[in-house]
Nanobody, 126 residues
Framework: QVQLLESGGGSVQAGGSLRLSCSIS????????VGWFRQPPGTQREGVAA????????YYAPSVKGRFVISQNKFNNEVILQMNNLKPDDTAMYYC???????????????????WGQGTQVTVSS
């Protein structure tokens, strides 16, 4: 069974940076996509970024492209989301997840993901 643990959330002012970490343990996820998602209060969960080792590709939501960078360290089973130039609209609970299959059609769609962490809160003040 795959387990995920997010860390690195916090409160920052607009324009600041945060580095989120997703530590992954368990069996059978190594070639699956790992995604970061967020859910502001009262809204649906949305995709932020994903990395898919099978194709070596990364994917980003248009709202974060150019500001966020996702990277994967397979040696310590960690996926990092570096968030720069943060905006108040980035305020949300952030989750990481592993995909249900090795290849997915929609890498930033939450429906493609099966195993989820508990989340870490990010708050950006203006």
């Amino acid at each position: 069974q795959v387990q995920l643990l997010e860390s690195g959330g916090g409160s920052v002012q607009a324009g600041g940076s945060l580095r989120l970490s997703c530590s992954i343990s368990g069996y059978g996820y190594n070639d699956n996509c790992v995604g970061w998602f967020r859910q502001p209060p009262g809204t649906q969960r949305e995709g932020v970024a994903a990395v898919c080792p099978a194709g070596g590709a990364t994917y980003y939501a248009p709202s974060v492209k150019g500001r966020f960078v996702i990277s994967q360290n397979k040696f310590n089973n960690e996926v990092i989301l570096q968030m720069n130039n943060l905006k108040p609209d980035d305020t949300a609970m952030y989750y990481c997840a592993t995909s249900s299959t090795r290849v997915v059609a929609r890498p930033t769609n939450p429906d493609e993901y099966r195993n989820w962490g508990q989340g870490t809160q990010v708050t950006v003040s203006s």
